[in-house]
């Protein structure tokens, strides 16, 4: 289909971008930013979003700052218009390393081309790779709003069902990766390659020079309305254990018990046991992945 | 609410300016207001591919973007492949002799995905060739015969440097 009509405006700033949501806004429209679009074109397209008024922050690809990945001091920044593309491509020390190679995961290299990762993280879809992946690394996202500045932990961004702590009227400007983890993998189950993850995982394991885990993060998208960390899981990582198919096992175990998945079987089997079995077999895998990474 | 605007783009390096409403996709603007038929519309929400173009030399979904995103950007269709002659390209006798296509609606998107490819990985290897093929949807071929005509192409592209 095609999308409803609305009106265009292009941001030739972040505070003209937060001018226009905010002038658009008083005068009863109801404006939406557009970055690559990937995620709100197709939503356009079904009717599923109808905004009044578009706000295009593409003419901010000119800002270097918007476009730019920068790692110091153990912290990975990227501008709100750095696109999957860019990070698949970027020279990423092995702390961040796992960024790059997740992104064979998100869509279809058009779409990775196009989509931004700041646009992602916005958009807050369950399974977003780039959602986990703030959850595995600690990610701000920086938003600028009429108020000024402000720093949003990953920990309180998704709100769930699309919803996130970004505010209408607020655009993002960057986002950091805070927690490098040389040992971290993504994984995931779709029925095509380059669809939406049924289930999820991202797996980040502290490792001792022995090898043996001291702690790390587990997180899964597809298993409740928004991306979580599983602490179950993660206190196994914590308790200390060499990283081998045991210690996947176990990880995978508490994950897989742990979680409520949603039970909305679709007539396609995708039911909540469905799910926690998906569970079990990609944490595994993402455990093992992870063992092995940057050794 | 139609909220024209005037727009200024260059397909295949010819400069063009249209009126276009905001809602108009790149994909329409380039068949309807510009009668270059060959970028073809299979879904309309970025699942096929069929309509796939090189935006500033990245391959896209040409319905994934709104005609007004591409102001002053550059956009390359299947219409400029062939050579002045009207030849085919070396990419488009590839398809011919690998049987890569059959009726051969989605062959333009594939085209300018394989093109967009190829300009970043000249050297790719047949696993990345066929993981970047993944994007796009055909009914005919089933896609074996495709990996095998990009394949050949970047080969002897390779061997003709």
């Given amino acids: ?49 109808r905004p009044s008024a578009l706000v295009d922050l ?10 730019a990945i920068s790692e110091s001091g153990g912290t990975l920044s990227l501008g709100a218009l750095v696109t999957h593309h860019a990070v698949e491509t970027a020279a990423l020390s092995p702390g961040f390393a796992v960024l790059a190679r997740a992104m064979r995961w998100v869509g279809h290299l058009p779409i990775r081309s196009r989509g931004t990762v700041a646009g992602s993280l916005v958009h807050g879809d369950a399974t977003a790779e780039w959602c986990l992946l703030a959850l595995l690394l600690d990610a701000e996202v920086v938003a600028e709003g009429p108020a000024g500045r402000r720093t949003i932990p990953a920990g309180e961004l998704f709100h ?64 409740a309305p928004a991306p979580v960390r599983v602490p179950e899981a993660e206190e196994v990582l914590a308790a200390g254990a060499p990283a081998d198919d045991a210690l996947a096992a176990a990880v995978a175990d508490a994950a897989a018990g742990a979680i409520d998945p949603p039970d909305t079987d679709d007539g396609a089997g995708v039911s909540a046991a469905y799910r926690r079995r998906l569970t079990r077999t990609l944490v595994a895998d993402a455990c093992r992945q992870a063992s092995g990474a940057a050794r | ?76 269709t299947v219409e ?9 390209s070396d990419l488009q006798q590839a398809f011919t002799d690998h049987h890569a296509l059959q009726c051969g609606f989605c062959t333009p998107g594939f085209l300018l995905l394989a093109e967009g490819v190829l300009a970043e990985q000249p050297d790719a290897s047949r696993e990345e060739v066929r993981e970047a093929l993944s994007a796009n949807l055909c009914r005919c071929t089933g896609y074996q015969t495709i990996v095998d005509a990009v394949c050949a192409t970047a080969r002897a592209r390779q061997e003709a440097r």
């Fill in chain 1, 1 to 49: 289909m095609k999308p409803a009509a609305f009106t265009y405006h292009r941001a030739h700033g972040v505070p003209d971008a937060v001018g226009l949501l905010t002038d658009l806004t008083a005068a009863g429209e109801d404006p939406k930013l557009i970055a690559g679009g990937q995620s709100l074109m197709p939503m356009m397209t079904f009717r599923l979003a």
């Fill in chain 1, 58 to 67: 593409g003419p901010l690809r000119r800002v270097p700052s918007m476009t």
């Fill in chain 1, 160 to 223: 769930g069902f699309y919803a996130t702590a970004v505010d209408p009227d607020e655009v993002v400007v960057e986002v950091r990766f805070t927690r490098p983890a040389p040992h971290a993998a993504l994984t995931e189950f779709a029925r095509r390659h380059g669809d939406f993850a049924i289930v999820d995982a991202a797996v980040a394991l502290d490792l001792d020079e022995d090898g043996r885990t001291s702690g790390g993060r587990v997180v899964l998208g597809g298993v």
């Fill in chain 2, 1 to 76: 609410m139609t909220d024209p605007h005037l727009l200024s783009l260059t397909v295949n390096g010819a400069e063009h300016e249209v009126v276009v409403e905001p809602r108009r996709t790149l994909a329409d603007v380039l068949r309807h207001d510009l009668r270059l038929t060959g970028t073809h519309v299979g879904c309309e929400h970025g699942v096929c591919g069929a309509c796939t173009v090189l935006l500033d030399d990245a391959p896209v979904r040409a319905c994934l973007v709104f005609a007004v995103q591409a102001e002053g950007s550059e956009v390359r």
């Fill in chain 2, 80 to 88: 400029s492949l062939a050579g002045p002659d009207g030849g085919l």
